[in-house]
C-alpha cells in the first residue's frame, strides 16, 4: 500500500500508472479515495488517475495533537502531494471537500493544473443556517461516532431518487456501512470542513479550464451555488445532473463519467492545437 510523507503525515494513494496525463481525485468529507473508483475506472485507460485520502480520513493518518484539521491544512496538503509525485500540471478532480481544495490551488497555484472538475461543491462559507445541525453531528460523532446519525447523513447526502430506488437498496446498504464505518477522530475533519472561510473573492483569478457537476436534488451544496461558480469562473462549463444528490458520481455515475470524459477530451484537444 502506497503512502507518502506529506507535512508530517503519511497520506495513502492509489495510482494507476501509465503514460497519460494524470489524474488527481480528491475525496468528499466521509468517504475515501475509493469514491472515485467508478470514473478511475472509466478513464484509466487513457489517462494515469491518482486517487488519495485526506489526512485524517480513509487510510491517512490523523495528526497526534487531536485538534480540528482545517481546510488551509488540507489544500496545503494537495498543493505538496501534486508537487512531490511531479504531476504538474495535472487535471483536478474534487468533490464537495475534494472542490474546496480544488478551489484553492486553482486560485493560488494554477501552474499545477491542466484543468479543474467540480462536482457537488462551492466557494463559500458554510451556510449559517446549516451550522447548528452541523456542528451537533460533528459533537455526536466525536463522543459516539457516526452510527448513532449515519441514516441522517444517508438522507442528507444522497437524492431523494437514489434513497426510494428500490433497485438500489444494496448500494445504499453499502455507502451507508461504510460511512458507519468512519473512526470517530473523523470529527475533526468535519469541523475542518463546517468551519471553512469563503474563497468567493478569489474565484476572478481561476483562469484553469473548469468543469462545474451539480446534481439537481442535491440539498447539502444547492444548484444555484454551482451557478454562482459557473458566473464567477471565467470560461467554465457547467452541467446539471437530474435526479442527482450530493454525491453525484455515485447516484449517475454514467452520467458524471461521460461528462468528465468529453471535457478532459476538449481541454487536452485545445491544449494540444495551442503548443
Same mark, same amino acid.
Given at each position: 500500500?502506497?503512502?507518502?510523507?506529506?507535512?508530517?503525515?503519511?497520506?495513502?494513494?492509489?495510482?494507476?500508472?501509465?503514460?497519460?496525463?494524470?489524474?488527481?481525485?480528491?475525496?468528499?468529507?466521509?468517504?475515501?479515495?475509493?469514491?472515485?473508483?467508478?470514473?478511475?475506472?472509466?478513464?484509466?485507460?487513457?489517462?494515469?488517475?491518482?486517487?488519495?485520502?485526506?489526512?485524517?480520513?480513509?487510510?491517512?493518518?490523523? @495528526?497526534?495533537?487531536?485538534? @480540528?484539521?482545517?481546510?488551509?491544512?488540507?489544500?496545503?496538503?494537495?498543493?505538496?502531494?501534486? *508537487?512531490?509525485?511531479?504531476?504538474?500540471?495535472?487535471?483536478?478532480?474534487?468533490?464537495?471537500?475534494?472542490?474546496?481544495?480544488?478551489?484553492?490551488?486553482?486560485?493560488?497555484?494554477?501552474?499545477?493544473?491542466?484543468?479543474?472538475?467540480?462536482?457537488?461543491?462551492?466557494?463559500?462559507?458554510?451556510?449559517?443556517?446549516?451550522?447548528?445541525?452541523?456542528?451537533?453531528?460533528?459533537?455526536?460523532?466525536?463522543?459516539?461516532?457516526?452510527?448513532?446519525?449515519?441514516?441522517?447523513?444517508?438522507?442528507?447526502?444522497?437524492? @431523494?431518487?437514489?434513497?426510494?430506488?428500490?433497485?438500489?437498496?444494496?448500494?445504499?446498504?453499502?455507502?451507508?456501512?461504510?460511512?458507519?464505518?468512519?473512526?470517530?477522530?473523523?470529527?475533526?475533519?468535519?469541523?475542518?470542513?463546517?468551519?471553512?472561510?469563503?474563497?468567493?473573492?478569489?474565484?476572478?483569478?481561476?483562469?484553469? @479550464?473548469?468543469?462545474?457537476?451539480?446534481?439537481?436534488?442535491?440539498?447539502?451544496?444547492?444548484?444555484?451555488?454551482?451557478?454562482?461558480?459557473?458566473?464567477?469562473?471565467?470560461?467554465?462549463?457547467?452541467?446539471?445532473?437530474?435526479?442527482?444528490?450530493?454525491?453525484?458520481?455515485?447516484? *449517475?455515475?454514467?452520467?458524471?463519467?461521460?461528462?468528465?470524459?468529453?471535457?478532459?477530451?476538449?481541454?487536452?484537444?485545445?491544449?494540444? *492545437?495551442?503548443?
Amino acid at each position: 500500500m502506497p503512502f507518502l510523507s506529506i507535512r508530517g503525515a503519511q497520506l495513502y494513494y492509489e495510482d494507476s500508472g501509465g503514460s497519460g496525463e494524470p489524474i488527481v481525485f480528491s475525496h468528499g468529507l466521509l468517504w475515501d479515495s475509493h469514491l472515485f473508483s467508478r470514473q478511475v475506472e472509466a478513464l484509466k485507460g487513457r489517462y494515469r488517475c491518482i486517487s488519495y485520502d485526506h489526512r485524517g480520513q480513509g487510510r491517512s493518518e490523523a @495528526p497526534e495533537d487531536g485538534k @480540528p484539521i482545517d481546510l488551509r491544512t488540507v489544500y496545503e496538503d494537495a498543493v505538496a502531494f501534486i *508537487q512531490a509525485l511531479k504531476l504538474a500540471p495535472c487535471h483536478f478532480v474534487g468533490l464537495s471537500m475534494g472542490g474546496f481544495v480544488g478551489l484553492r490551488v486553482a486560485a493560488r497555484h494554477p501552474e499545477l493544473l491542466r484543468s479543474l472538475v467540480l462536482l457537488d461543491t462551492s466557494a463559500s462559507a458554510e451556510l449559517p443556517s446549516n451550522l447548528p445541525r452541523y456542528r451537533l453531528l460533528a459533537a455526536v460523532t466525536h463522543w459516539l461516532g457516526l452510527w448513532p446519525v449515519v441514516d441522517r447523513i444517508m438522507r442528507i447526502y444522497f437524492g @431523494p431518487t437514489f434513497m426510494n430506488d428500490p433497485s438500489r437498496r444494496a448500494e445504499r446498504e453499502a455507502l451507508r456501512r461504510q460511512l458507519a464505518s468512519n473512526p470517530r477522530a473523523v470529527w475533526r475533519a468535519m469541523d475542518g470542513v463546517i468551519n471553512r472561510r469563503s474563497v468567493e473573492g478569489e474565484l476572478h483569478r481561476i483562469v484553469t @479550464p473548469a468543469l462545474i457537476l451539480v446534481g439537481e436534488e442535491d440539498a447539502v451544496t444547492l444548484p444555484e451555488m454551482a451557478d454562482k461558480l459557473h458566473e464567477r469562473i471565467a470560461g467554465s462549463r457547467l452541467v446539471r445532473l437530474p435526479h442527482g444528490g450530493h454525491m453525484s458520481n455515485l447516484e *449517475q455515475p454514467e452520467a458524471v463519467n461521460a461528462a468528465i470524459s468529453a471535457f478532459l477530451d476538449e481541454v487536452s484537444s485545445e491544449q494540444l *492545437q495551442a503548443v
